[in-house]
């Protein structure tokens, strides 16, 4: 509403539809059954938009595909794109790459990802996060990020990460020491 454009609720349905016994194709009762799990999702999306701003141009949308594809199309049309995030833990955090990552990593647009409150969060005030990769300081992220900030009267909060190389040198440090009670450990 404070940007002026219409709202698109948009709900990628990925499911992970079992096939027969012979590998043919898929129960209809499973698509059906994971449509309508999908329909309540984008009905309160809508409320909770109209409950905030109740005379907004909105739209909804439920899709069958790869989320990341669906909201990277969605992207090329749009001013922002809002994402949800779940907190995955354990082996399957590992080995997968989130939804809201790749197409953060990918979109045309600014993407704002909103995870789920925990317990175990610092308290404090809210802030803007952005993460800069120090190529330039007019990127549009941090354009964008100190403008959100600026109008939600919350600070502002840059991150930059990167893996640094090893120290010159390190290859010539050799522990004797290290080695002989690798070696002492292994024969007891």
């Known amino acids: 509403a404070t940007r002026g454009c219409p709202l698109r609720i948009v709900h990628a349905l990925h499911p992970m539809l079992p096939a027969d016994p ?19 999702v984008l009905a309160r999306g809508v409320a909770r938009a109209r409950a905030v701003v109740p005379d907004i ?9 790869s989320p ?9 049309r749009a001013q922002l794109l809002v994402m949800g995030t779940r907190e995955r833990s354990g082996l399957r955090a590992r080995i997968t790459r989130s939804v809201s990552f790749q197409v953060a990593a990918q979109a045309s647009c600014p993407v704002v990802v909103i995870r789920p409150a925990r317990a175990e969060d ?8 952005v993460g800069v990769d120090g190529a330039s300081t007019r990127s549009p992220a941090l354009g964008f990020a100190f403008q ?28 004797p020491v290290t080695t002989e009670a690798v070696e002492r450990r292994a024969l007891e």
């Open 122 to 129: 610092r308290p404090g005030p809210p802030r803007v996060v």
């Open 148 to 175: 959100a900030a600026r109008q939600r009267g919350v600070p502002l909060a840059a991150v930059h990460a990167w893996t640094p190389g090893p120290p010159a040198g390190l290859e010539a440090v050799h522990h």
């Open 22 to 40: 012979y590998g043919v194709g898929s129960p209809f009762d499973s698509l059906h059954a994971a449509v309508a799990a999908a329909e309540p």
């Open 57 to 65: 141009e909105l739209t909804t949308r439920l899709v069958c595909g």
């Open 68 to 76: 990341v594809g669906i909201l990277l199309d969605e992207a090329l």
